[in-house]
Every structure is written in structure tokens, then in C-alpha cells.
């Protein structure tokens, strides 16, 4: 049963629009969530976090989004740039000892 | 030094054999993890150790072994695999333990058992 889901599997979007991405949890014990970025031959890589006392923060081009009573998040990238292309995880985390689990991920192609 | 490294980049092994993979870090992390993730999934926690000690095993068969020597160093001993254990193995560090850290991961190994 994934805790994460991260329905879209890919995403193709044209440079300088925005990117929308996706993400749903079934925990209601979830209070941290992060999105990584991975390319393709390197681990994943920190982007953006969100605690749960708030409902969005935003760091340059990356917001993410959070609605608790929909137990929804959303990563937008605005402008997309081509070197954006790239797989996004979306994680959870809680406290009281919750690992952070990870969704699928959604493969991000940003065309030039 | 703000990264994580993990050798061999790649392994292929039978399922007689015993290798061992390796992850280290020099950012004074006091946490690191082994993560299998198989294609088209999410990376899936095996092992948390936390000041060198393990704290998590999310019951992984016991052909895999961690081992924590040190704090900058964490190796996955690997004896006996099934093909189903191909995987890409990654590992992660973070400052703590805690539930709001964020983890740093090296690129992985990928393995081949056949």
C-alpha cells in the first residue's frame, strides 16, 4: 500500500511555462514533506521541503503547495528551463519515529 | 565536502557470491541509510544507523548485512543473492536522525545478480 503516490509518471512541458507536479499521501501523520530531484546516473537531490504548519513555501522558481484536508502537495517550477528535465520524488516524513517514504516519482521533460 | 559516495558504480555478481558495497561521507553526518529502489518505484528504506548504531532494519532478509565501522563510513555486505535483488542501492546521510532532516544520497550502485 504506497503512503506516497505521485500519479503522473511523466510530464512534458514547453520552456518558460509553468510545471506543475503532483503529489498525494493517505497518512494523516505525515507533518514534513520534501521534494528531490534526480537525474539520470546521480542520486536524488534536495529541492524543497514543506512543514506541515504552513501551506506553501517558495524558494526562486520552486513552490510547493500543501493541502492538508486533501492530503495533496504540488511542486511548481516557474519558468521551466530545459535543464529542469529531470525525475522529482515527493517525500513524507512524520514525527514519532515515521522513515520518510517516497513516491514514484514523474519524469519531467522540459522542451527547449 | 558536501557529498555522498557509494563504490563500485555497478556490480554484477552470482548468487554464490559474496561482495560488499560501500558509501561514505565527510560532512560530519551523524545518519546514514541504505535505500533499495527497483525500476519505476520509489527508492525503499532497508537500514538507518544513527550515531553508528543501527536503529532501523525494515526487515531485510539477512543476506544483506550493514555494517557502520565509522561515522563517515557505511557498507552493505551481500551473500547468497536471489536475481530479484537487482536493484539500484542507494545510500543517504543526514545531520540527525530526526524526522525533518534532509537527506543527502550518493549516485548508487547498481546491481546484477544473476
Known amino acids: 500500500d504506497q503512503q506516497v503516490k505521485q500519479n503522473s509518471p511523466s510530464l512534458s512541458v514547453q520552456e518558460g511555462r509553468i510545471s506543475i507536479l503532483n503529489c498525494d499521501y493517505t497518512n494523516s501523520m505525515f507533518d514534513y514533506f520534501l521534494w528531490y530531484k534526480k537525474y539520470p546516473a546521480e542520486g536524488p537531490t534536495f529541492l524543497i521541503s514543506i512543514s506541515s504548519i504552513k501551506d506553501k513555501n517558495e524558494d526562486g522558481r520552486f513552490t510547493v503547495f500543501l493541502n492538508k484536508s486533501a492530503k495533496h502537495l504540488s511542486l511548481h517550477i516557474v519558468p521551466s528551463q530545459p535543464g529542469d528535465s529531470a525525475v522529482y520524488f515527493c517525500a513524507a516524513s512524520g514525527t514519532g519515529g515515521f522513515k520518510t517514504i517516497f513516491g514514484a516519482g514523474t519524469r519531467l521533460f522540459v522542451k527547449a | 565536502d558536501t557529498e555522498v559516495t557509494q563504490t563500485p558504480k555497478h556490480l554484477v555478481m552470482g548468487m554464490t557470491n559474496k561482495k560488499s558495497l560501500k558509501c561514505e561521507q565527510h560532512m560530519g553526518h551523524r545518519a546514514m541509510y541504505w535505500y533499495k529502489q527497483k525500476a519505476k518505484k520509489p527508492p525503499e528504506l532497508m537500514f538507518v544507523y544513527s550515531y553508528e548504531k543501527l536503529s532501523i532494519n525494515e526487515s531485510v532478509p539477512s543476506r544483506f548485512s550493514p555494517e557502520c565501522p565509522n561515522s563517515s563510513l557505511l557498507n552493505l555486505h551481500l551473500h547468497a543473492l536471489q536475481p530479484e535483488d537487482s536493484a539500484l542501492y542507494l545510500c543517504?546521510?543526514?545531520?540527525?536522525?530526526?524526522?525533518?532532516?534532509?537527506?543527502?544520497f550518493g549516485p548508487g550502485t547498481r546491481l546484477l545478480v544473476l
Open positions: 543517504a546521510s543526514s545531520p540527525g536522525a530526526g524526522a525533518q532532516e534532509t537527506q543527502y
